[in-house]
């Protein structure tokens, strides 16, 4: 027992098998193909006709957020045993040195990721479609991923709190990890969520408008 | 141990006092001060200009999910030792003959519960004046409400079933509670998500296209 970089060290991991890449190469994959991903977006999203700066904007961070979801969250909910793959591509034995009850396993953690992975992330990529298209459902469509996230990270940090707040490997790892890497997940879903309910909300004045005309 | 009519029998509720009243009163109880606030609801909503029947009816439910969320489920979030009192209006000590993630106070149990009481009753009252009073976000709340209800029943039901989904004193408690008594927070919001979601993209249509005009 202990054998794992994670807290507390009295966590059983039978069949532990250590992280063969370092913390910089894992963030580097992670951050350099998001970049990419980004970039792609906001290149491709040029050629459609008609879509605002801020639309291209949403359009890679759904495209982002949706993969993340599915690409790293997904892997790690269907992979009980993940910590005892060779294979690197489990990005959550880095990131449960911010957060242990990914490594153990925690109930509502893996209720949460998988929602996060199976609803939200395809959702999140019809949302950059969505946008793409001009669909009349784009913005109620943000507006529930978003709603979704928020709920996530409400979920997750009460849990978190609830189950004694103390599954960080050091306070680096807390901040860094646990609170830093999950706040964009709180901030820009409250940007979006508000952006889209008050666009609804004037489409719907309009539409009373003219009803009562 | 053992002293209680939940299961497991193994659960331990140091100081826990016998429910008082039969499953007749308390349910009784419930049932009938829900139906004198629907009767009222209704009653009172027909004085309101301009209200289909099928605003009325949503009113009465969003009376009716507010104040359970408020009044029942909110005493329960506050009172961890809720079993311990002689206070009558727990429900939950009854409920969780069908749950005992109740009466152990589970972590995810208690923070869904918590998210309901505090953020999703209140916001379903605002629902009732939204509609009475014709907002332009009442479809946009209604929406939001119903997700956030339809996302705590995932975490719910997804967090019973990893933590071994046997938390019930017999089948009965299973399918009038835990099933029966929540099927109609799955059932309802999924109605009224459906029909928001379809009048938004009706008035986001309609405003795209006098904008294009």
Not at 97 to 124: N, Q
Request: with cysteine.
């Amino acid at each position: 027992m202990g054998a794992h970089p994670y807290v507390p060290a009295s966590l059983d991991l039978p069949g532990y098998v250590p992280l063969r890449l370092t913390q910089l190469e894992i963030l580097g994959a992670y951050l350099g193909t998001s970049l990419f991903v980004l970039v792609a977006v906001w290149l491709l999203s040029g050629r459609c006709r008609r879509l605002s700066g801020t639309d291209r904007l949403l359009m890679c961070w759904w495209a982002f957020t949706g993969l993340t979801h599915i690409l790293i969250e997904g892997p790690f909910v269907f992979t009980p045993d993940f910590f005892t793959k060779t294979n690197p591509n489990f990005f959550e034995k880095e990131y449960s040195k911010g957060d242990s009850r990914y490594v153990a396993r925690d109930t509502a953690t893996v209720t949460v990721e998988g929602i996060t992975a199976v609803l939200k992330g395809p959702a999140s990529l019809l949302a950059v479609y969505a946008i793409a298209s001009r669909k009349s459902y784009s913005h109620i469509l943000q507006f529930a991923v978003c709603l979704g996230q928020l709920y996530g990270c409400i979920v997750y940090f009460t849990t978190a709190y609830l189950d004694g707040f103390n599954f960080w490997a050091s306070p680096f790892y807390f901040w860094a990890y646990f609170i830093g890497a999950n706040s964009s997940w709180v901030v820009i879903p409250l940007l979006i969520a508000t952006r889209s309910w008050k666009r609804i909300c004037a489409a719907i004045h309009q539409s009373e408008k003219i009803k009562t005309k």
